[in-house]
């Protein structure tokens, strides 16, 4: 059994930073894809970013492009999430998830592939 442990959320206003991290515990796959979600209070969670844990080859979604930036600490198991010009849209549950497979374009932000989750961290951004 996988255990994923996200930290690092708060409330901050529009424009300053976060940075939330990840850490993996248990028996992962060396080849695997970790990543963020997240889901605002009435909307369907969405694919934030995720990594390839072998390649370090990232995917994030268009909204995030140029102010999200996700990176790894293999050794540390952990992945991380720099969160810069938040903005009030960016308010969500974030989730942390992996996969034992790695990311590809076509399916990096395919929730149903990802098997196990971790309980998430409120971020909020006021303006």
């Known amino acids: 059994q996988v255990h994923l442990a996200e930290s690092g959320g708060g409330s901050v206003q529009t424009g300053e930073s976060l940075r939330l991290s990840c850490a993996a515990s248990g028996p992962t796959n060396s080849n695997s894809c970790m990543g963020w979600f997240r889901q605002a209070p009435g909307k369907e969670r969405e694919g934030v970013a995720t990594?390839?844990?072998?390649?370090?080859?990232?995917y994030s979604a268009s909204s995030v492009k140029g102010r999200f930036t996700i990176s790894q600490d293999n050794a540390k198991n952990t992945i991380y999430l720099q969160m810069n010009g938040l903005k009030p849209e960016d308010t969500a549950m974030y989730y942390c998830?992996?996969?034992?497979?790695?990311?590809?374009?076509?399916?990096?932000?395919?929730?149903?592939?990802?098997?196990?989750w971790g309980q998430g961290t409120q971020v909020t951004v006021s303006s």
């Open positions: 990594i390839n844990t072998i390649t370090g080859f990232s």
């Open positions: 998830a992996i996969k034992s497979k790695g990311c590809y374009s076509d399916s990096w932000s395919s929730q149903n592939q990802f098997e196990y």
